[in-house]
């Protein structure tokens, strides 16, 4: 397959450290060495598919050689140069532009990061100024949600609401709070007649209440929560949200580093429900995770703020790789390809035979729920269908359908036993019905064997 030799590999591997690291999850790890459209290949020559476009975000697949030519070019004409204020490179300055004509109605502004936790925390910190270069200095809290995955710098870890990756970090930062997600299969109404959609926005007027909205700077919040398990909002949740954070004079951020650039069916999700936030966060499928990219698209009010700041209080935010010119050129490139290849259209109906695949193991003893949009899906396993009781964490249930699925075939992973799909755009009907019998399978396996 390849020259190198896995024992070899393994040994330069005890030098590095690996996101997420535990010795615990690393005892075999699998060496991928080549990828051609939606499959990757291992060292050892087994092909999978990809479910998940590796981290959510290879929307046009594999082994895309006209990235490459993109990148060789730009490389070889000027591979990196600063973008700092009183600089312009043309590749940043094109795909700002383009992201304008992209995004929803007001939002016409890029700033470039190289990520999408750091594009939280710049929208996090750009909401602050925003409120700051009016007056309303107390206007400082973020609230995010249950459930949500925002990254794990600072800022974003505290905005992050899966507890699991706060301990050990003296996280805790003041000034972060955490409210419901609306997320149906769990919702219990106990006292209330409300609706999962309703409640939850009402757990975010109610703190906003709480609180006292002049101590408020933003909500932020994932079109569809997708680290957590692919949890899809009913649709009257993101308008409520649109309306109570305009009532109250509260930035709406939305996280589209999962559900940007086609994901569900859309350039940028929030579309799928009709509104507009203040702040667009984006990452991972701006360039298909062929170059580190992402940003914050901000709207004309929060531009002309930035604009209009004296010298001594601007916006003084930056970092190195901020417009860098390769992961722009490759990211124009990107789009071309969506857009030429229809793969927003094909996400939806590739989507529908995913979901629609999917709901054929309803009849599996131990499967719970069914969701999804788009190419964005979930099964989530539980011990008990009738009470909706999950298994034991230390059973590992979901750990080991992944585990089982990468035994007969197929790549992807899991938050806790939910069991997540986001297969890149180009998958074709036959690798999609694939997946799901794989899928099929390891849920019996492991939950029935
Ligand atoms: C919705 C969302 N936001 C932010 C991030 C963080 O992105 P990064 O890992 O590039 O910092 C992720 C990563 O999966 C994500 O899913």
């Given at each position: 397959m390849t020259d190198w030799d896995r024992d070899q590999v393994l040994q330069d591997d005890t030098f590095l450290i690996h996101p997420l690291q535990h010795p615990q999850d690393h005892s075999n790890p699998v060496i991928y060495v080549k990828g051609e459209g939606s499959t990757v290949t291992d060292i050892e020559g087994n092909t999978y598919i990809d479910g998940l476009s590796s981290l959510w975000n290879v929307h046009v697949g594999h082994g895309r050689r006209e990235l490459g030519e993109v990148a060789a070019r730009q490389i070889s004409e000027l591979g990196y140069f600063s973008c700092y204020a009183g600089v312009t490179l043309i590749p940043a300055a094109q795909l700002a532009r383009r992201l304008s004509e992209l995004a929803?109605?007001?939002l016409n502004y890029t700033f470039f990061t190289s990520g999408g936790a750091v594009s939280n925390d710049s929208a996090i910190k750009t909401a602050r100024f925003y409120w700051q270069a009016q007056?309303?200095?107390?206007?400082v809290k973020i609230i995010s949600r249950d459930h949500?995955?925002?990254?794990?710098t600072m800022g974003a870890m505290n905005a992050?609401?899966?507890?699991?990756?706060?301990?050990?970090?003296?996280?805790?930062?003041?000034?972060f709070l955490h409210v419901d997600a609306p997320y149906p299969y769990h919702y219990n109404p106990q006292d209330t007649d409300m609706e999962c959609g309703e409640a939850a926005a009402k757990s975010l007027e109610d703190a906003i209440l709480r609180e006292g909205a002049d101590t408020v700077a933003a909500f932020i919040g994932e079109p569809i929560q997708g680290a957590?398990?692919?949890i899809v909002p009913p649709d009257d949740y993101w308008p409520r949200v649109r309306d109570i954070c305009s009532k109250y004079e509260i930035l709406l951020i939305n996280d589209?580093?999962?559900?940007?650039?086609?994901?569900?069916?859309?350039?940028?999700?929030?579309s799928q429900w009709g509104i507009e936030p203040d702040i667009i966060t984006f990452a991972k499928g701006v360039t298909s995770g062929y170059m580190p990219l992402g940003g914050i698209i901000v709207s004309d009010a929060i531009h002309a703020c930035i604009q209009q700041a004296p010298p001594d209080k601007k916006w003084n935010h930056s970092f190195?790789?901020?417009?860098?010119p390769t992961c722009c050129a490759v990211a124009l490139k990107n789009i071309e390809i969506i857009e030429q290849e229809g793969l927003i259209e094909r996400s939806l109906v590739m989507g529908d035979r995913l979901l629609t695949g999917l709901h054929?193991?309803?009849?599996?003893?131990?499967?719970g729920d069914i969701r999804g949009m788009g190419l964005m899906a979930a099964v989530e396993v539980v011990k008990d269908r009738e009470t909706r009781t999950p298994y034991e964490?230390?059973?590992k249930i979901g750990a080991r359908i992944v585990e089982e699925m990468l035994r007969l075939g197929v790549y992807t992973r899991c938050r806790g036993d939910s069991i997540n799909f986001a297969p890149p755009?180009?998958?074709?009907a036959d690798q999609i019905d694939r997946m799901v019998e794989v899928a099929r399978e390891a849920i019996t396996t492991v939950t029935e064997g």
């Open positions: 929803p109605g007001h007056g309303k200095t107390k206007k949500a995955y925002h990254g794990v992050t609401g899966i507890s699991s990756y706060w301990p050990g970090f003296a996280s805790n930062l003041p000034d957590a398990g692919v589209e580093v999962i559900t940007g650039f086609g994901r569900i069916g859309h350039w940028f999700g929030i190195t790789y901020s417009g860098h054929r193991l309803a009849n599996l003893e131990h499967v964490a230390s059973e755009l180009v998958i074709s």
